[in-house]
Structure formats: C-alpha cells, structure tokens
C-alpha cells in the first residue's frame, strides 16, 4: 500500500511529539519522586532569598533574637549556598498588620497552624522526635512545653508563671514556658520559695500532654521555588544543630528533636526528670483522640 510523503511526516511528528511527551512526564514524576535535598543537589531548584518572619520571643530582647536567628539563616545559606533568608523579627500584632500592607512572607512562624501542605516536607524528615510529626499536615511546630509546678518542699508548690521574679533569678534552670495555667496549687503569694527549687512536671492520667508551639508555616500563594526552599529552611529548623542552638542555649522552649531534647536536659540539671518520663509525653492529638 502506498503512503504518500506526506503522510510519512505526519507519523514521524506524531512519534516524535509522543516520544518527547512521554520524556517530559517521565520527567516530572522522577522529580516528583526525589527528596528536597535532591532536588537541591540536582540544581532542580533555583537559588533565591525568602522572606521569614517570626513574632517576637517572650524570653528574648530583641538583640538576642537577632543575633541567634542570624546564626542560624548563616548556617542555612553555608549548608546551602546561593539559598539565603531575609528574616524580620516583629514585636507586636500591629507591626506584622503593618507589615502585610507591603507584603507578605513565604515562611512565618506563629503559634497557630495554618498555610500550605507540609507532607512532602514532614514524610522526608528522618531523624528522631519526641513525638510523631506526621500527624502535623499545614504546619509543623519546634518545640513544645509542659505543665510544670515548682517547690523547695513537698509542701510547697506554687505554678511556674507565679514565681517571683527574685526566685527565677536565682534558679536560671527555670523556662519561662515551662508553665502552667490550670490544674496547679498555688502557695500564698506571700510564702517566698528558698533553698533549692524542684521542677515538677504535672502527669494527667499518668501522661505529660505536650503543648506545642513555634509553628512553622509556608504561604500556599508562594511560587513554587520559594515555596521548596521554605521547607528546606523549615527542615533545617528541626535539625539537631538548629533544634540546640535555639531551644538548649537560648530559648525558653523544649526542642522537638531527641538528641537537641537531651543536650537541652543536660544544660539545665533541674530538668533531669525529664529524661524519666519523656517516654509518657503524648501530644494533646493524641491524648483527645484517646479519650
């Protein structure tokens, strides 16, 4: 059968338009399929700054939180060179009304979970945690906290935000997060603590609810690049070395990652209960789940 030129042209086309779709597809999926870190590696994704803003620390002057996050953002852009962050640190919900008049970050750290999907970011994560992030989907947080009560005997206890401050001055190991705000005996506020003062974490049914904090979040309206570079930082953020600068020599909170958990407990002596029952913390997920 005779099959004009033409005709001939035509399929050769169609082969080669089927045969580049299917490169191209074939492609995407192998991307789709590598890590982030791979992706960056590979040179997939394209060196830029992002914008991060973070609130204020209570347990921090703003000098100190300049100086560690700065740490932090150097140590990034060395692990990960071309890529850098433009951090801006706001004191009050009025500057960061302020500020989303002119624009608006590609990763912000709040105390609420809200922003784009982070299951890519979280199914990567392969270090150990003192709980289970995956359970985490819009936001992923850094540390947590527990409810604790403080004493210099057993018959006093008085809850950790109503010490004095004359009394936390002189027991340095107390976080200011380490706090309660129910369920504790308060002694009278005029019965000083002396001596040596204990904390001691408050069980609920013979479990340590874990009150995280210091969500991390991606903006959904960032492109895509910006948005793949977020999670590089944000899985910096949950490294063991990040996770100690932050949470074991500066911040008043506790580190998510187990080995950055056991240098902050080393740190601060008065926390060495914690390493006892750390194997009872659940996260209030999973303690409302079990109700």
């Not at 001939?8 to 045969?19: H, P, T």
């Not at 209570?58 to 962050?85: C, I, K, S």
């Amino acid at each position: 059968m005779y099959i004009s030129k033409k005709y001939k042209i035509l399929a050769v086309c169609g082969c080669l338009f089927g045969l580049i779709t299917g490169i191209l597809i074939s492609e995407r999926i192998q991307q789709k399929q590598l890590s982030l870190h791979e992706r960056w590696k590979q040179g997939l994704l394209h060196p830029d700054m992002i914008s991060v803003w973070m609130p204020l620390p209570e347990e921090m002057t703003a000098q100190d939180a300049q100086q560690t996050f700065e740490r932090l953002t150097q140590n990034f852009e060395t692990q990960y060179p071309g890529f850098g962050v433009d951090l801006q640190i706001y004191a009050n919900p009025d500057d960061y009304q302020a500020m989303l008049t002119q624009e608006h970050p590609v990763v912000w750290i709040s105390q609420e979970a809200q922003g784009e999907d982070l299951s890519e970011l979280i199914s990567e994560l392969n270090a150990s945690y003192l709980t289970d992030l995956s359970k985490f989907k819009i936001a992923v947080p850094l540390s947590f906290h527990l409810k604790a009560m403080y004493a210099d005997s057993p018959q006093k206890w008085i809850a950790a935000q109503d010490i004095p401050t004359e009394i936390s001055e002189n027991f340095p190991a107390v976080m200011p997060s380490l706090h309660s705000t129910s369920g504790a005996a308060i002694i009278d506020q005029n019965t000083a603590l002396s001596g040596t003062v204990r904390m001691i974490p408050v069980s609920e049914n013979d479990v340590f609810p874990m009150q995280f904090s210091n969500y991390c979040c991606i903006n959904p309206e960032a492109d895509q690049n910006s948005r793949k570079i977020g999670m590089l930082w944000i899985s910096y953020l949950l490294s063991e070395e990040a996770q100690s600068i932050l949470f074991a020599e500066h911040y008043g909170e506790l580190p998510l990652h187990e080995q950055a958990f056991s240098h902050a407990i080393t740190i601060h002596k008065s926390f060495a209960v914690l390493d006892e029952i750390k194997t009872k913390f659940v996260s209030e997920m999973e303690e409302s789940s079990d109700a």
